[in-house]
């Protein structure tokens, strides 16, 4: 793993203008989870470039092709409940034979740490990689505890994938796991005394899924 916290921020125009979407408070829930089902793709995307590889070949219908196949098995664990938008495309996305984990967190909204409602992590990742998905980096702390959860089963790396990071969650990420790289769709400026991210898009858990 890398000496400290990487974190990759998607480019592209596509990625701005679904941002845009799920900034605006007169976005309707349906139109938010279509939107954060597009740009987990580009997150994904970017987010997954440089998994280690493996060279094989394949039978085309016309002859042997040499092709680049991913070195190990990967397991998706999305923090739940945003982070069950990301599951789809990350499925769609990867092939067949990865596994999913499941990790629900709620945020205290006295200390704004985390709690751990529901744990459903696979015990033999040793020697694989381990995709987290999680909405919102805001303080970090959701992320770093389910990061040590994963790491207690010695996968062979880390990745976590969101669409929006506050610097604070950052800062502790950096902290507590700086080997783990961290791709998202923005960096936002700081957090609010409610601990939310500014200007962020409000609570995600919310807008995806309230009526």
Excluded: K
Aim: aromatic share 2%; no cysteine; hydrophobic share 45%.
């Amino acid at each position: 793993m890398a000496e400290h916290t990487q974190t990759r921020v998607a480019p592209g125009t596509l990625v701005g203008e679904h941002l845009a979407v799920l900034r605006d408070a007169r976005t309707s829930n349906s139109l938010f989870r279509r939107t954060a089902v597009a740009l987990t793709w580009l997150v994904l995307a970017d987010a997954l470039r440089d998994l280690e590889a493996r060279d094989a070949t394949v039978e085309t219908p016309v002859a042997t092709a040499p092709v680049t196949r991913m070195a190990r098995r990967l397991t998706v664990v999305p923090v739940l409940r945003a982070g069950l938008v990301m599951l789809e495309p990350a499925l769609a996305l990867l092939p067949e034979g990865t596994r999913v984990g499941f990790l629900g967190m709620a945020r205290d909204e006295q200390t704004h740490r985390p709690q751990v409602y529901l744990e459903r992590v696979p015990h033999d990742l040793e020697g694989e990689d381990v995709l987290l998905l999680d909405v919102m980096i805001a303080t970090g702390g959701s992320a770093a505890d389910a990061l040590d959860e994963i790491a207690r089963r010695n996968p062979a790396s880390m990745h976590l994938a969101g669409i929006i990071a506050a610097p604070e969650g950052l800062a502790l990420l950096a902290e507590r796991h700086p080997g783990v790289q961290v791709t998202v769709a923005a960096v936002d400026d700081h957090l609010n005394e409610s601990a939310f991210i500014v200007p962020g898009l409000g609570d995600a858990g919310d807008r995806l899924y309230s009526p």
